[in-house]
Each structure stands twice: as structure tokens, then as C-alpha cells.
């Protein structure tokens, strides 16, 4: 049977494709361009995207495990909304759901919110998923790479309560795992949430500190200021979007993104390694 991946040109879904390809999975990548399927040999490419109720069905014909991953865009959780009413139609049993920790508790951060509301359906539909809750990913820092190099300051403000970044490949692999689990199950396995963070639970001071350690020169954290952070995010995103970053940055704030009590030990025995590092991931970016 196949497994079929929504998301799958990004940057969770692109390592979520080559782990399950490199495991000996039979993978169908749903995407919306197809220039940008450059996967490997042997995955199925289809066309379509998760409000197109006809491409949808046609992508999960023959499908019996279900990875669903969808970005922050205005209409997230209609998107997932359907996809699942899809996947149920179609009779499709085992899911993989990429939610965000503390989506129970970000409540009034709207990309938490709705994908809490995803989990509550998953509960409420019966269906049998894992349910990945990462915390934020170290992929993001790509985006401001330049503003600190440029100039001087590590501009996210993470507050100093700490924040459990994830590597995206790490997302990937420990997504696979489960994927697989689910899929060579005799029968359907029941939900389970699995946080997925990091080693390092890394303050805003921190994270500068260690890009100044990289760097070999000072790179300073100029505190929390969210509303220049929204206006700075508005030149190049949507209003929508940037009021979403600056109110998950406020919880940063207030609450941090910490792990529980054995989180760390439980992704590591899963994959058998120890998780990527902060440090590691700033040296691969820097070149």
C-alpha cells in the first residue's frame, strides 16, 4: 500500500519523502507544482492542493496511511478540515498529523488555534494518528540570517523562559518512523502526541551568544520588542501573518516553548542518535 505526503515540496515534507523512500515505503508526494517535485527515484507525484475536493480523491485512491502537514496560510484548518473528511471517505485508516506544541495553550495565537482544532477533530472523528507536536523550527533562522550578520543583532524575540528548536530533518525522520509504524501495523494503532524539540532550550541571549561564538564577533539581543517585530515581518508578509508571528512571540515570552520530562530521551531512542544541535545547525547555515 501507499503512503501519500501533503507538504511534500517543503521543508518537513521534502526530508519526510527521502526517509520514507530511503525505508523502502511506497510514496505518493501530493503537490501543487509539479515543477518543484525534484524527488527520488520511484516517488509517485500528484497534482493538486487540499481545498481541491476532486484532486484529493484521485491522491488517495489506493492510499492507506496519511501524512498531513499544511502551512500557515488563511485558510489552514478548512484545509485540513477537508483533507481528513477526504481521507475518511476514502477509508484511509492511519494518519500522521504535524501539529505545534502547545497548540492547547497558545490559544490565542491563530495558527495554534486552529491546528488544536485539527487535533479535537482527529479525537472526536476516531481516527488512529500520531499526532507530532514540534516546537519551533531552526529552519526559520535561514529567514534572518543576514539581519545578523548585517547587522549586529539577533533580531527574534525569544524572551528568556526558552525555546526547544527542532532541526527540520529531525521533524522528517521521526515523522517516517511513525509513518512506517503505522502502516506495517496489523491493525490500526491507537493516537498518540509526540512533542518533537530539540536538545537545547535556548533563551534569546543564548541563541545571540552562540551566534556570536560562531561568528568569532559580538552579536547583541535587543530584547522583546513584538510590535517592531510585527511591523518588520509586514514588509514581507501578510498583516494577517505577521499580527500570527508577533502573538506566538509574545508567548514566547510569557511561556516559553519548553519540553516535558523526558521528551529528548524519547526522540533520541527513536532514532537512535542524539538530536541535531543549535550550535551545528548555525556552523551549516554560516557555510
Known amino acids: 500500500m501507499t503512503i501519500l505526503v501533503t507538504g511534500a515540496t517543503g521543508n518537513v515534507g521534502r526530508n519526510v519523502v527521502e526517509q520514507l523512500v530511503q525505508r523502502g515505503a511506497e510514496v505518493r508526494a501530493l503537490v501543487r507544482d509539479t515543477a518543484k517535485a525534484n524527488f527520488p527515484e520511484g516517488v509517485e507525484i500528484a497534482q493538486g492542493d487540499l481545498l481541491d475536493v476532486d484532486a484529493l480523491r484521485a491522491a488517495m485512491s489506493g492510499v492507506s496511511t496519511l501524512f498531513l502537514l499544511n502551512g500557515v496560510v488563511a485558510d489552514e484548518y478548512t484545509q485540513a478540515l477537508v483533507t481528513l473528511a477526504t481521507a475518511r471517505e476514502a477509508g484511509i485508516e492511519r494518519f500522521v498529523y504535524l501539529s505545534v506544541i502547545h497548540s492547547n495553550l497558545y490559544v490565542n495565537v491563530p495558527h495554534f488555534a486552529g491546528k488544536f482544532g485539527v487535533e479535537r477533530m482527529i479525537e472526536q472523528m476516531g481516527l488512529n494518528a500520531t499526532i507530532l507536536r514540534p516546537a519551533y523550527f531552526m529552519d526559520n533562522e535561514i529567514t534572518i540570517k543576514d539581519a545578523i550578520t548585517g547587522y549586529g543583532i539577533y533580531p527574534m524575540p525569544l524572551g528568556t523562559k526558552g525555546i526547544a528548536m527542532i532541526d527540520a530533518r529531525d521533524?522528517?525522520?521521526?515523522?517516517?518512523?511513525?509513518?512506517?509504524?503505522?502502516?506495517?501495523?496489523?491493525?490500526?494503532?491507537?493516537?498518540?502526541?509526540?512533542?518533537?524539540?530539540g536538545p537545547d532550550t535556548l533563551t534569546g541571549p543564548a541563541a545571540a551568544a552562540i551566534w556570536s561564538d560562531v561568528l568569532g564577533r559580538e552579536i547583541a539581543y535587543p530584547g522583546e520588542d513584538t510590535a517592531g517585530f510585527e511591523q518588520t515581518l509586514r514588509q514581507f508578509m501578510p498583516s494577517w501573518m505577521a499580527l500570527d508571528m508577533r502573538l506566538m512571540a509574545e508567548r514566547f515570552v510569557t511561556d516559553g516553548m519548553v519540553p516535558a520530562a523526558g521528551d529528548v530521551e524519547r526522540l533520541e531512542a527513536m532514532l537512535g542518535r542524539a538530536l541535531r544541535t543549535y550550535r551545528d545547525y548555525v556552523a551549516q547555515i554560516l557555510g
Open 171 to 197: 521533524i522528517g525522520e521521526i515523522a517516517a518512523i511513525e509513518l512506517v509504524r503505522r502502516e506495517e501495523a496489523a491493525t490500526p494503532l491507537p493516537t498518540t502526541r509526540i512533542n518533537l524539540v
